[in-house]
């Protein structure tokens, strides 16, 4: 090979067809959308159950953007809730000690439950706040 044509040459596919798993979770997450806007019903995607490459990942990145909201949730462990430039889409990922992904979902909701106070938690504060009051008299 002493010339510049003998170099064997792959042109590799870029946007959507170098990612067509993420183009496939698009038009699903389409589906979880339009399912939360006329029904009401919430969905998720497990994106680690799926064969995502880099390329799809980074093409859903792109597509999906970052929204307004971030949350840090420090609950079995750390978790980021971000919100997607897509409202009604998060993307929510879970961590162990190590920092390490355990657990990622692209949530379609109007608000994650992760983020959301248990409705046994807000009874207790309730009573907290009562005692504090209480207290203050």
Do not use: K
Not at 15 to 20: K, L, S, T, V
Not at 38 to 66: H, K, N, V, Y
Not at 90 to 109: G, I, K
């Amino acid at each position: 090979m002493n010339h510049l044509e003998d170099i064997p040459v792959t042109v590799l596919a870029t946007g959507a067809e170098a990612a067509p798993h993420g183009r496939a979770l698009l038009v699903e997450l389409e589906a979880l959308l339009r399912d939360l806007v006329e029904q009401g019903r919430e969905g998720s995607i497990d994106l680690r159950s799926l064969p995502l490459s880099p390329g799809d990942r980074a093409f859903l990145e792109r597509q999906l953007g970052q929204g307004e909201v971030v949350a840090e949730v420090s609950a079995l462990g750390p978790s980021r809730v971000q919100e997607t430039a897509i409202h009604g889409v998060w993307w929510v990922r879970h961590y162990n000690s190590n920092d390490e992904v355990m657990a990622e979902f692209l949530e379609v909701t109007h608000c994650p439950d992760i983020v959301r106070a248990h409705p046994a938690d807000v009874r207790d504060s309730l009573e907290d706040l009562r005692a504090r009051l209480v207290e203050l008299e």
